[in-house]
């Protein structure tokens, strides 16, 4: 009888309500514990897919500034950028500059944008 009535106070503890109430705190710290890392966790995947594209992209950067170095070790890579960035010519050779014709100039060397034929109509009529 005696471990029938142990058993019977052991319920009445783990079944009372201030029991109960510490552990559904305790349930409810490491719930919220749980959900915290949870984030965490995901923002740090998110971080590192970023982190990842950046470096990607980084090595494709450093790769095409190899071959952009590598060119301009030759006589024939340099040469090519100074014409690229200058209008420079060898001796016997001409400099050829395409202008384009939607742009037309002004009396006093002003760009001048082209009129539609409402805005030429318009502008005979107004003073």
Do not use: C
């Not at 409810?28 to 590192?48: C, L």
């Not at 494709?60 to 190899?66: G, I, N, V």
């Amino acid at each position: 009888m005696i471990p029938f009535q142990g058993r019977q106070k052991l319920r009445k503890i783990l079944y009372s309500k201030v029991t109960l109430l510490v552990l559904a705190v305790l349930v409810f710290f490491v719930g919220r514990g749980a959900w915290n890392t949870h984030q965490k966790a995901q923002i740090a995947r998110s971080e590192r897919n970023i982190a990842e594209r950046s470096l990607t992209e980084l090595e494709s950067r450093a790769s095409e500034l190899q071959a952009s170095l590598i060119r301009l070790k030759s006589a024939r890579g340099i040469e090519e950028e100074v014409r690229q960035k200058y209008t420079v010519a060898r001796p016997g050779e001409e400099v050829v500059i395409v202008v384009d014709d939607s742009v037309k100039k002004g009396e006093n060397g002003e760009t001048v944008a082209e009129k539609g034929f409402l805005k030429t109509v318009l502008s005979f009529f107004s003073f």
